[in-house]
Nanobody, 127 residues
Framework: QVQLVESGGGLVQPGGSLRLSCKAS????????IAWFRQAPGKEREGVSC???????RYEDSVKGRFTITRDNARNTVSLQMNTLKSEDTAVYYC?????????????????????WGQGTQVTVSL
């Protein structure tokens, strides 16, 4: 069955960096888009970044220039490098993939466009 497992979260000071990883299994990884979402306490889950089958990427405005998403089809892994972290980046981060869908179109930020989710990894940015 489809499995997505996130890792790499933790506590970091403002201005610091973290690298999240999403390890996928149970499906043909290179045929599907993979996205990162996050959910802060009391807030809705929001799209952070997406990578498609051609390696093209999309980012939510507040993380542009600070976060970088990459995919490694040989290892069935998507990473999210997060630099210059801010307190408002504090959230549980999830990776997700759809039942069908190769590209990060206009609806890539819509949680309803994804069928499979990981368990999440906590990122806390604080002094």
């Amino acid at each position: 069955q489809v499995q997505l497992v996130e890792s790499g979260g933790g506590l970091v000071q403002p201005g610091g960096s973290l690298r999240l990883s999403c390890k996928a299994s149970g499906f043909t990884f290179e045929y599907y888009r993979i996205a990162w979402f996050r959910q802060a306490p009391g807030k809705e889950r929001e799209g952070v970044s997406c990578t498609d089958v051609d390696g093209r990427t999309r980012y939510e405005d507040s993380v542009k220039g600070r976060f970088t998403i990459t995919r490694d089809n040989a290892r069935n892994t998507v990473s999210l490098q997060m630099n210059t972290l801010k307190s408002e980046d504090t959230a549980v981060y999830y990776c997700a993939t759809p039942e069908t869908g190769a590209y990060c179109g206009a609806k890539w930020v819509d949680v309803d466009e994804y069928d499979y989710w990981g368990q999440g990894t906590q990122v806390t940015v604080s002094l």
